[in-house]
């Protein structure tokens, strides 16, 4: 028996595939009901094994649904700097998780065959899964796919997605970017994050009081593990930390997001600044209540131009010629977009919607500052910036005051998960900004007002009919239904629409922006209209 018919075989008997529905590796890899994923885990495995070969680096599979309910669960493949998996091997992954069991071997040798993969390669494969209580089992069929063609697994446990980007990195880097253990991660973020705070005494109105929601998910426990080493930098406090509640039910960067109100187990007080981490801690979002108890939301984009802001100025400040842009999506709210470019005078480009096509642009920058608008986000220092960077903080033949900014820069760098989007990371850039800048929430969120906006989800019979382009500003087909936006749009003051369908949800997605919330809802509702009549809707028509 080959090894490839031997993976098949303990397929068979161990991992079978009892269902034939189809199932997509989509921009946040393979995600649906937990019960039907165990084949699916048990090829990625063999697939992980197949792409470290490849790459002859170690790669990583990580466990979970992000925001999605508890009963669901989900696989992504990390690549060998911690990136997402190109194109061509979400295809390889898609085939190979929806063929019958005696396929297996035959569409394994295909991606070998296309790859041109030596299989005498060790094949080292990173696990890593959330707190669902699928996750376990699932993570063992991970491990037992791997095992079946002879690569070798390193079980991490419990992680969040980012960390085990980080420890993906760290190994192919061979220490470069750190040291491959929970330890190591967050003995690197801390001690960035400490110099950076002896910096300053605290300043202004920044209080060191932060209140986290952790969408009773992994970022949990991991940031007790962090507020050990904080001491009263920053005093972090935990609420939705998995003890009572259900995972991101009511809770979470997501809720808070899309219902722009605090989550449940939270009693929001005016003085407090918060932070909401989705489920596997890769996004995050800020909010507050004003005086009057109105809730705002600090969001991607406000975390983006807070951060861009401050980059800005250390660049400048230290001597440097860098050039810093920022990636947004068509969510970025006008405002925001127009902060940036006509006061921060920083260049902004527009993307797809999906991590991956703000990582990839933002590459093209030395500084690539990225943020959806849903709270993921990071940046991206290239390797010349790097190494400008670090020279410029050790020069001895600049004024001081440029030196020490240089060398600020350096630790800010260190405080950055540059992997992928991180809540904790995230979190310990925008608290290192306010302290610096002696703001609190409402400081931060005075740098622009947002623009009133809404977005709602249309039913329809097939969202594939709806196709875009211009970085999914515009649509070009179903036909006439762009002429029917822009339409509408033109009668509303500061009016924005645009129409995409979900990479996630069997729904096609309308966002509007508008000078008032009435407005924005009106414009929301009436191209939701449009869709509805032009790209088959199903179901009751949207109605304000
Ligand atoms: C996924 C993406 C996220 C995007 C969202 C859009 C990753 C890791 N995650 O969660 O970036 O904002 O999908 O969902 O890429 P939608 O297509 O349903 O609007
Ligand atoms: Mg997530």
Redesign the pocket.
């Known amino acids: 028996m080959t090894a490839l018919e031997k993976a098949a075989a303990i397929a068979v008997e161990k991992h079978p595939r009892l269902q034939d529905k189809t199932i997509t590796y989509?921009?946040?890899g393979f995600r649906t009901k937990a019960e039907d994923l165990d084949h699916v885990m048990y090829r990625m495995g063999l697939l992980a094994v197949l792409a470290s070969q490849a790459r002859k680096a170690t790669i990583g599979v990580m466990i979970t649904a992000?925001?999605n309910p508890e009963e669901d669960n989900g696989v992504?493949l990390i690549d060998t700097f911690g990136e997402?998996m190109p194109p061509v091997w979400e295809k390889y992954a898609t085939e190979l998780a929806n063929t019958t069991d005696p396929g297996i071997p035959a569409s394994l040798k295909s991606i070998i065959d296309a790859e041109k993969i030596d299989t005498s390669v060790p094949g080292n494969v990173f696990v890593a899964k959330d707190t669902r209580a699928s996750s376990p089992s699932l993570a063992q069929a991970v491990q037992d796919g791997v095992a079946a063609i002879g690569g070798k697994s390193k079980d991490y446990g419990l992680l969040t997605t980012p960390q085990l980007h980080f420890m993906v990195c760290c190994t192919n880097t061979q220490g470069a970017y750190g040291i491959a253990t929970e330890e190591g991660y967050y003995d690197k973020l801390t001690t960035a994050f400490k110099k950076l705070q002896t910096d300053s005494e605290t300043k202004g109105s920044y209080s060191r009081q932060l209140y986290v929601d952790a969408a009773n998910g992994v970022g949990a426990p991991k940031v007790k593990l962090l507020q050990g080493r904080l001491g009263d930098l920053l005093q972090l406090h935990i609420t939705n930390d998995g003890s009572q509640g259900k995972l991101n039910h009511r809770c979470g960067a997501d809720f808070v997001k899309v219902q722009q109100q605090g989550p449940d187990g939270l009693k929001v007080e005016p003085s407090m600044r918060c932070a909401s981490f989705d489920g596997d801690a890769?996004r995050i979002v800020f909010f507050y209540l004003d005086k009057q108890k109105t809730f705002h939301l600090l969001d991607g984009d406000k975390i983006a131009t807070l951060v861009a802001g401050y980059l800005q100025e250390l660049v400048k400040g230290s001597g440097l010629t860098l050039n810093l842009g920022l990636v947004q999506?068509a969510y970025a709210n006008g405002s925001s977009t127009d902060f940036i470019t006509n006061v921060m005078k920083v260049p902004v480009a527009c993307v797809p919607?999906?991590?991956?096509h703000l990582h990839h642009r933002a590459q093209e920058f030395d500084i690539g500052v990225y943020f959806?608008a849903?709270g993921?986000g990071t940046v991206l220092f290239s390797k010349g910036a790097r190494e400008a960077i670090t020279k410029q903080s050790e020069s001895t033949s600049i004024p001081e005051e440029q030196q020490k900014l240089a060398n600020t820069l350096a630790n800010t760098m260190d405080v950055i998960n540059q992997t992928v989007g991180d809540a904790i990371s995230d979190m310990l850039l925008v608290e290192t900004i306010l302290a610096r800048r002696g703001w609190d929430s409402e400081d931060w969120d005075a740098m622009y007002a947002d623009l009133p906006n809404r977005q709602i989800k249309i039913k329809v019979k097939d969202r594939a009919v709806v196709e875009t382009t211009d970085a999914e500003r515009k649509t070009t087909s179903p036909a006439g239904l762009q002429e029917a936006i822009d339409k509408l749009v033109a009668g509303y003051t500061k009016g924005r629409s645009f129409v995409?369908p979900?990479?996630?949800?069997d729904v096609v997605?309308v966002y509007a922006e508008a000078d008032t919330q009435a407005n924005a809802d009106e414009l929301a509702y009436k191209v939701g209209e449009a869709v509805y009549d032009l790209a088959g809707g199903v179901g009751d028509k949207p109605s304000a």
């Open positions: 989509g921009t946040a992000s925001h992504k997402m890769d999506t919607t999906g991590v991956k959806e849903n993921h995409r979900s990479g996630t949800e997605r």
